[in-house]
């Protein structure tokens, strides 16, 4: 392992319930990342989406790889205490249920860094087989003081 969940946030906001990434096995900053999120029974959505049977949400999906993806960019001194935030998800496609116990594959390969802006090509897999894959845009915004 690569990065544990606190040194995870050392370089990312998100904090609990909503940090979705739990470990970074391998990165290049600026261009790649392989982490993972350990899908637990216990985790707050599955309260309600769908009581008897839970299902990881597609868009906590999309969210982890790009919390995966944001590791990888405020990874690189020039944009670290940045946020990395939305500007456009693309081609989002869901092709196998997410359950609790499962352990997504996060893997985020980013193309066209600027200094504002990014995009990254995602995928999420479970035991080699896909579960999500989408674009992410997004630009960079400086983190407002509480």
């Given at each position: 392992m690569l990065l544990n969940k606190d040194q995870i946030k050392e370089i990312i906001p998100h904090r609990e319930p909503f940090i979705l990434v739990?470990?970074?096995?391998?990165?290049?900053?600026?261009?790649?990342i392989v982490a993972y999120k350990h899908v637990e029974a216990d985790e707050y959505y599955f309260q309600g989406h769908f009581p008897g049977n839970p299902i990881m949400p597609g868009v906590l999906q999309v969210e982890s790889l790009a919390q995966a993806g944001a590791v990888?960019?405020?990874?690189?001194p020039e944009h670290r205490g940045k946020l990395a935030v939305f500007a456009a998800i693309k081609n989002a496609k869901f092709k196998r249920i997410v359950r609790p116990g499962?352990?997504?594959?996060?893997?985020?390969?980013l193309e066209r860094l600027r200094s504002s802006s990014g995009t990254g090509i995602c995928q999420a897999t479970v035991d080699g087989e896909l579960a999500c894959k989408c674009e992410i845009m997004f630009a960079f915004s400086k983190q407002e003081a509480e």
């Open positions: 739990d470990e970074v096995e391998e990165m290049v900053p600026g261009e790649s990888a960019v405020l990874s690189m499962d352990t997504l594959k996060l893997e985020v390969q």
